[in-house]
């Protein structure tokens, strides 16, 4: 039988790529993409090794390990210990938990499978088995969206809401810092983009703004008069409609920045996808905080090491 070397490590570096993605979900952790494809091609490279060297020190159990770390470390940006034995950790359960399921349907259909912790080997054909392709082509899209809807069900879950965060909010390339409450209750959610808003008062966007802009645009909301915004600003202002709690419509100004993060235990979240809606007063009494965070934005944020 001849084997395609080129379309079995094409087929390896797909399943790797998809473990090293899944990895990085997990794990919840900032990875640029660029890097989780060096890490998979790393991580194929054992295909040639355990085909042309199969005695080789590679594919011993110690250098099977060492290979792992390798993947690691060229994948994830060391940071602590812990968090890199999670990060292999995590690796090799979702190599041995995919690996397994692969080697499921391929005893079902009577095919052989061998499986490393770098990747999977198919042998029925030259060009890889015809079931690893179903599975990265159909499978393991399913298996990591489910996944991955489960971990952000579960983050969600943990979050403290009767705790305040530090919240730092970028718009026109402009920081500030204030407080957040994460509520629970804040579901709010522009129907037009799906963004979740998070609700800031004015005590806070002013900072942004020259003081004739934003009494233009306190303006423009009490009359809804869309004419009297900033020129200066109407690219980055967005009206919102919502339901209020009594059932009447309303609508709500919402300006779209460019960053927001949140200083959250040992990480820092960083949430993009979103939409700032104006309070035109003060949201408490005694200033404890300035800004209602959406609960949605921790599943659509990405997690940074602080």
Known sequence: MTIYLDAVWVLNLLLDLMLL??????????????????????????????????????????????????????????????????????????????????????????????????????????????????????????????????MDKHVVDKIRYDQIYDVTLQIKGIRFSTTGYVDSGNQLVDPLTKKPVIICDESFLQQWFQEDDWIKLKGAFENFDIEKIPVSWERYVQIVPFHGVEGKSNFLFALKPEELSIRYGEQKIIATKLLVGIQFS?????????????????????????
């Open 282 to 306: 003060t949201l408490t009494k005694d200033q404890s905080y300035h800004c209602l965070l959406h609960p949605q934005i921790i599943k659509l944020a990405t997690i940074h090491s602080a």
């Open 21 to 150: 993605m899944l990895t990085q979900a997990l794990s919840r952790v900032y990875t640029p993409k660029r890097r989780l494809v060096i890490g998979a091609i790393v991580a194929s490279l054992i295909v040639p090794a355990t085909i042309y060297y199969p005695s080789a020190f590679l594919n011993t159990v110690y250098g099977k390990l060492l290979y792992s770390i390798l993947i690691i470390l060229v994948t994830f940006q060391f940071t602590t210990i812990r968090l890199f034995l999670k990060q292999l950790l995590l690796f090799y359960f979702v190599t041995f938990s995919i690996g397994g399921g692969l080697f499921a349907a391929h005893y079902l259909l009577q095919n052989p499978v061998a499986l490393s912790v770098n990747g999977i080997l198919t042998f029925s054909s030259g060009l890889g088995d015809p079931v690893s392709w179903i599975f990265i082509i159909i499978g393991f899209p399913i298996a990591f969206w489910f996944t991955k809807s489960r």
